[in-house]
Every structure is written in C-alpha cells, then in structure tokens.
C-alpha cells in the first residue's frame, strides 16, 4: 500500500481505521516502531497534534479529523491511479472498501461478495460493518450501503434490493395469550422486542396509512442493536417485532410467525450501493456496480 511514496499519510490513515498502531502496522506491513515514527515525524513537521494516545487506544484530535477529511479522499485517488495503471482491461485489481449496516451481509452481500472475488481473483474487498450513517469519501471507503431515503443527494445510488416492508410480529402463541392488536395504539398495551439506535434510544416503530403516519414507543421486553437477536426474541415467543418482512418470509409462511396490523405496514425503497459522481470512478467499483446490475 505504501510504494505510492505518501507512506506517513498513509500511515495516519491506516492508524485512524484501525484505532492502533499496532494492527496499522500489520496493515501497511511494517513495524509497530516504524509507524510511531511516521506519525511522529509527521506531526513534529505539522507542529500539531494529529492524534490523543492512552495506553489503551488511538484516536484522532479534532485537527486530525480534519487533516484526514481533507488528505483521505486525496490519497484514495492517488491509489486507484496506481492500481488502474497496472491492469489491464477487462480485469480489475486492487483493493475497494465498503462500509455497510450491520446484518446487511448475512441478508445477501456474503453471497454477492464471495462471486464477485470469484470472477475478478486480482480483486481485494475490505467492508466495515456499522450502525450510524459515516461520510463514506472522509472515512477512506470507495462506497457505501444503506437504505436508499438514508442516502445523500450528492451520491449516485445504484438499487441492490427490492422495496421493503416492515412487519408486526410474534408467535401465535403470543397474541393468543395477549390479544391480538387491533389498532397500533394497541401495541402500547404488548412487550416489544425494540432495536436500539446508536443515540441510544429506541426505535420508534413507523407505521402509515391512508396518508396518516404514527411513531409508536412500544414498550420494551428487549432492546438490543443486532437484528438477528431481536428475530430470535421474537421467534422464542418474548414479545412483538417490528422486522423487516425479507427477513421472516419463511417464518410467515409456515405459520410460525403472525403478521398483524399490515394495512398499517407499507412498502419502502430499500437498500443500494452509493458513491461520491463527482470523483473518478475505480475500475474496481466499476465492475462491482456491474456486477450488481447483473446479478438483479
């Protein structure tokens, strides 16, 4: 990564994804000495300081964040120069960064990942699994994934999936024993199984109908940020989801899971690729966009 001749820059990238010296080292391939000294050559020439150290982690000061917002986007294209310049048609190379919601990849990215590698071997994928919304072009990755009303403006959005729904659900076992709702506001009355947003409230369960749209606060048996843990709650009988409908096909077809309230559940844009149309395109993002569309 470091025969561009940038080598402290690119050292201050690798430590701020990484948040160590140490696995930065093992991503750039050198010593964990070596890159202390980069950082500190670097920041020594700076007069500032780009990063706060403990003996437990790594992070950027707020001029290192915005020393790397300006220098990431840089670097990434000096990299995709030197990577497009030694392929050749028809066979990218070289290394695309993803960063994309949690639980997305056991949906339907693991399979597109493995055969989009299969067919292009001189291909490298890194995919960074998060929550929150990032600045994908600050963070260093060539794009993003998330749902498609969630995307900027400013982005080119390529659709990965068809349009989604939410559904209320539990076991039949559960409304037997709770009644089953009738309105949303009856949800109030029930035990959620709520995801957990990074602000650290809980989510807000969107209901609309006949152009009237509701915020439901269901009262929470569980709330936790991992999906497949709040299907597993659901599916053991402790309370009401609120799960994406892709996710429970099976489930409400053999009867395991009920959906209620589906009038109320209507169907949304859901997820695509994104990435910044005023840059150069990598050769690499190139093909896996193709990819995509074929695979559609």
Known sequence: MHRSGLIELEVVMAVMRRGSFRAAAQELGMSPTAVSNAIAGLESRLAIRLFHR???????????????????????????????????????SGTL?????????????????VRFL?????????????????????EGY??????????????IAVPLTQDIRMRVVATP????AHDTP??????????GIC????????????LSRDGERLSVAVPPRLSTTDLFTS???????LGVGFLPGFYIEEDLRTGRLVSVLDEWTQPFKGLCLYYPGHRHIPVGLQAFIAFIRESR
Do not use: C
Request: a negative charge.
């Open 195 to 206: 995801m957990r947003m990074s602000s650290g409230g809980n989510y807000r369960w969107e």
């Open 118 to 138: 299969a067919r292009y071997p001189q291909m490298r994928m890194e995919v960074a699994s998060e929550a929150k919304m990032i600045d994908v072009v600050a």
């Open 173 to 176: 076992e559960w409304f037997a």
């Open 54 to 92: 403990t003996t437990r982690s790594v992070a950027l000061t707020e001029a290192g964040q915005r020393f790397v917002a300006r220098i990431g986007p840089a670097l990434r294209e000096i990299q995709h120069a030197h990577e497009e310049i030694h392929s050749v048609p028809d066979e990218p």
């Open 231 to 237: 299907i597993a709650a659901v599916r053991a009988g």
């Open 142 to 155: 060539d794009a993003g994934i998330r749902l498609a009303e969630s995307i900027p403006q400013d982005m």
């Open 97 to 113: 960064r993803l960063n994309v919601p949690q639980a997305v990849g056991q949906l339907f990215l693991d399979d597109l990942l």
């Open 182 to 191: 009738q309105t949303p506001d009856d949800l109030r009355q029930h035990q």
